[in-house]
């Protein structure tokens, strides 16, 4: 294990919201490549758990939990500073890092507010109560988000896509896991 570094389990509740592309400076600092264009649930947490990269060179193995001292934005991207990690060379070695944090880590939504990932998976239905599919992703087009469905049509499976703005959705209720909108199933 490296450096900083200890050897911990991966949450049950862990997301995916970035990866460690470089060293930055000498002191320790990397860089972070956040997934979000609000990297708010990465700032805020005190603890990132990291993954080694998929493929390329791998400077750990399994789970290593990080103690974050800081992090702030940077331009495009976040940087960061971690125990134990206290010059180039070991902030070099977490090069292609996953970092994950813990959904309950993450900052509260506002109202009317919602992570994408916590709606990944609910039901969508419209005002004439007809299933129109389940949210598989979200696509960000620019000016709006739109939910990417997928349901069963004659055997085989169909993709659905729907703005996600106040006009069509009516109602988001995660305790339920649906999504209300204004959309029929023949659009």
Do not use: C
Request: charged share 25%; proline share 4%; no cysteine.
């Amino acid at each position: 294990m490296l450096p900083g570094l200890d050897v911990a389990e991966l949450p049950a509740d862990a997301i995916e919201v970035g990866r460690i592309s470089d060293a930055w400076g000498i002191k320790g600092w990397f860089k972070v490549l956040p997934y979000s264009a609000d990297p708010e649930a990465l700032l805020s947490s005190k603890r990132w758990f990291l993954l080694p990269t998929e493929k390329g060179a791998k400077t750990f193995v399994g789970t290593a939990a990080l103690s974050v001292k800081e992090a702030k934005e940077h331009s495009d991207s976040v940087v960061a500073s971690a125990e134990g990690v206290s010059d180039r060379n070991a902030a070099e070695a977490l090069r292609g890092a996953r970092i994950f944090v813990s959904r309950a880590n993450f900052p509260a939504a506002g109202t009317d507010e919602y992570y994408w990932v916590d709606l990944i998976g609910l039901s969508v239905i419209n005002r004439q109560d007809e299933m129109l599919g389940t949210v598989r992703e979200l696509l960000s087009t620019g000016p709006q988000t739109v939910l990417v469905l997928e349901y069963a049509q004659d055997g085989k499976t169909q993709e659905r896509m729907i703005p996600f703005v106040s006009a069509y959705v009516d109602s988001v209720d995660l305790a339920a896991k649906n999504i209300r909108v204004d959309w029929l199933a023949d659009y």
